[in-house]
């Protein structure tokens, strides 16, 4: 069975911190696809990334970098000096039905 | 480009009544996936449409179910509710088969069962 692990119900962190996202995933598929969507308060999920399971390469994007170990099946998001906008609940998802976390409520305070 | 559309925004029902929900996928998008969002359950998958075919299911009971047209447009159809099914509903389109392809959402419809 598949399975998502956000073990981080919420944070809140002060404006201009760092915060890292964790997400744990179980799949027995040697083939697999990793995302990250944002959730806004306005409740429509956005697309942030998508990892293949071939590709260990972490990526940054901006203010945005997503750290993936197959060797601990983690898949964790870092946002750099981080903003007001940014607070919002952040899901993990692993492929086939789309399996979700159940999301980590991030709050930042001015 | 436009989005995903879902009609309506809110809904509200009483227990044993049937609802309808609308979703048009972005153009040229012919998948089309519905989730069910709740405080307690969190993002469920209820299943997928592509060309005109269910093509993935998530466990919900029959009470659930859906259509695909051949705008690729869907619909969902939930029968005798319950209170447990007020929740966030979500369309989501892609392109093509989601297991490597993002998919984009609608705002979802709000569903109260009174």
């Known amino acids: 069975a598949q399975k998502v692990t956000q073990a981080q119900t919420e944070i809140s962190v002060v404006e201009k911190e760092d915060v890292t996202l964790d997400c744990v995933y179980e799949t027995r598929d040697t083939t697999y696809y990793l995302f990250w969507y944002k959730q806004p308060p306005s409740g429509e999920l956005v697309f942030l990334i998508r990892?293949?399971?071939?590709?260990?390469q972490n990526e940054i994007s901006g203010r945005y970098s997503w750290n993936f170990q197959k060797s601990t099946s983690s898949f964790n998001f870092t946002i750099t000096a981080s903003q007001v906008v940014d607070s919002a609940v952040y899901f993990c998802?692993?492929?086939?039905?789309?399996?979700f976390g159940q999301g980590t409520r991030l709050t930042i305070n001015p | 480009k436009a989005g995903v559309t879902q009609t309506p925004r809110y809904l509200i029902k009483t227990r044993g009544q049937q609802v309808t929900l609308s979703c048009s996928p972005i153009?040229?998008?012919?998948?089309v996936s519905w989730y069910q969002q709740t405080p307690g359950q969190g993002l469920q998958f209820l299943f997928e449409y592509f060309s005109e075919t269910q093509r993935n299911k998530g466990n919900f009971p029959g009470r659930f179910s859906g259509r695909q047209f051949s705008n690729s447009r869907s619909e969902m159809n939930v029968s005798t509710l319950e209170l447990g099914d007020s929740a966030l509903y979500l369309c989501?389109?892609?392109?093509?088969?989601?297991?490597?392809?993002?998919?984009?959402f609608g705002d979802g419809t709000r569903l109260s069962i009174l």
């Open positions: 153009s040229g998008h012919r998948s």
């Open positions: 989501a389109s892609s392109l093509g088969g989601f297991r490597n392809q993002p998919q984009h």
């Open positions: 990892r293949n399971s071939f590709d260990e």
């Open positions: 998802a692993l492929d086939q039905k789309l399996v």
